[in-house]
C-alpha cells in the first residue's frame, strides 16, 4: 500500500546573525520554528521507526506525513534543534559521521564550507586552487585548469558557477591526497589552526548523540568517513558502513534495524546490496521529491531540502505540500 511521505532535509540550524560565521549557509533558529509551526499545520510528524514498519510490513503511514532529518551532527543540533522538536514532541533523525566525532576531526565538506563563509571574494579560491594545481602537477596525474575549469565551474539551484567550482574540486573531482592538501592549507589560513578545538566547537559528542537516542530521537548511519561511497571499491564500502554500524551499536542504537542516509546523497548498486545485507530498512537520498512508501525503492527514498518549505507558519500549503496531499 502506498504512502506519501515528506522527508526534510537539515545541516546547520543556528542564530546566524550572531554567529562567528555569519556568512555560513544555514537556516535561521527563528525560521526553525517557524517551519516547524508550518510542518505541524500542514503534515502529520511521524518517527524513523514508522517508516520502517512501513518499509517492512506495508504498513499505511498517517496522510501527508513527514519526517524530519538532521545530517553531520552539528552541535547546534543538540543545544538548539532537539529542546525544539521535544517541545513539539516531534521525533527527529539524526545522522553523524562517526569518525569526525571519535577523532576530533574537521569532515573536508565543512572545512569548505568555513572558508568559502570566511572568503568574501569567491576569485581569491578559485586563484589558490589552480595555481595550486600548476604546483603539484609534476608530482600528480591531474588534468589541465582548463579542463577542471569546464568540469566543475557549473551552477545548480544552490550554488554560482565559481562556488560550485570550489566545492566540487575540493570534495570530489581532485585526488584525496591533492584536495586534502589545498583544503588544510585554506582551512587554517583563513578559518581556524587548531582542528581539533574547532571539531569540538562544531560537532556534538558520542554522549550528546546518546543522550538523543535515549529520549526518542534516531541516530542513523551517515558512514565512517563521510566518503562518496559510489567511489569506493566494493570492500572499502563494506568496511565503511561495518565501522559506522559499530558506532551505532556504541551509543545505543539498534545496528540491527537501521536508516542509511548516503553521504553526498551518493551510492550505487553495490551499497545498496551492502545495505541489504546489514538489515538496513531505508536509506536516504539527495534526490529532490517526495517518497512514494511502497512504490519507492525503500534504500533510494529522495528528500526536500528545508528551502524547498516555506519558513512562515502563516503560509498557505506550498505546491510541494498541494503535491504531497494530491498524491497520497
Known amino acids: 500500500m502506498k504512502s506519501n511521505l515528506t522527508i526534510v532535509m537539515y545541516h546547520y540550524v543556528r542564530d546566524l546573525a550572531r554567529s562567528r560565521y555569519p556568512g555560513i549557509k544555514g537556516l535561521e533558529l527563528a525560521q526553525f520554528k517557524e517551519q516547524l509551526r508550518y510542518i505541524k499545520k500542514h503534515y502529520t510528524p511521524i518517527s524513523a521507526y514508522e517508516l520502517m514498519d512501513a518499509t517492512e510490513s506495508d504498513a499505511k503511514l498517517p496522510p501527508n506525513a513527514a519526517l524530519l532529518s538532521f545530517d553531520d551532527a552539528y552541535a547546534e543540533h543538540f543545544t538548539h534543534v532537539f529542546p525544539i522538536l521535544d517541545e ?20 573536508d565538506v565543512n572545512k569548505i564550507h568555513f572558508i ?22 609534476g ?44 583544503t588544510d592549507t585554506l582551512f587554517t589560513r583563513f578559518v581556524a589552526s587548531d582542528e581539533e578545538a574547532f571539531s569540538n566547537e562544531l560537532y556534538m559528542n558520542t554522549d550528546q548523540i546518546a543522550c538523543l537516542q535515549r529520549n526518542g530521537m534516531y541516530v542513523g548511519s551517515h558512514g565512517h568517513n563521510h566518503y562518496w561511497l559510489n567511489a569506493m571499491s566494493e570492500e572499502e564500502q563494506r568496511n565503511e558502513i561495518n565501522l559506522s554500524l559499530r558506532f551505532l551499536d556504541s551509543i545505543g542504537s539498534d545496528p540491527s534495524r537501521w536508516i542509511m542516509c548516503y553521504p553526498y546523497g551518493a551510492y550505487n548498486e553495490s551499497t545498496i546490496s551492502i545495505l541489504e545485507e546489514n538489515n538496513c530498512r531505508a536509506a536516504l537520498t539527495t534526490s529532490v521529491g517526495i517518497a512514494e512508501i511502497g512504490k519507492d525503492h525503500p534504500m533510494k527514498l529522495p528528500r526536500l531540502d528545508t528551502n524547498d518549505l516555506p519558513i512562515d507558519s502563516r503560509s498557505g500549503a506550498s505546491d510541494w505540500t498541494l503535491k504531497g496531499m494530491r498524491n497520497g
Not at 95 to 107: M, R, S
Not at 121 to 128: G, K, M, P, S, Y
Not at 149 to 170: G, H, Q, S, T, Y
Open 139 to 182: 608530482s600528480h596525474n591531474l588534468r589541465s585548469n582548463d579542463f577542471y575549469w569546464k568540469e566543475c565551474a557549473v551552477a545548480n539551484r544552490w550554488d554560482p558557477a565559481e562556488i560550485n567550482f570550489v566545492k566540487r574540486m575540493l570534495q570530489r573531482d581532485l585526488p584525496e591526497d591533492v584536495r586534502g592538501k589545498i
Open 116 to 137: 568559502l563563509a570566511s572568503v568574501e571574494d569567491i576569485r581569491i579560491l578559485v586563484e589558490f586552487i589552480n595555481n595550486s594545481l600548476e604546483e603539484l602537477r
Open 88 to 107: 513539539n514532541k516531534i521525533s527527529g533523525c539524526f545522522f553523524p559521521p562517526a569518525k569526525c566525532i571519535l577523532e576530533n576531526l574537521v569532515l
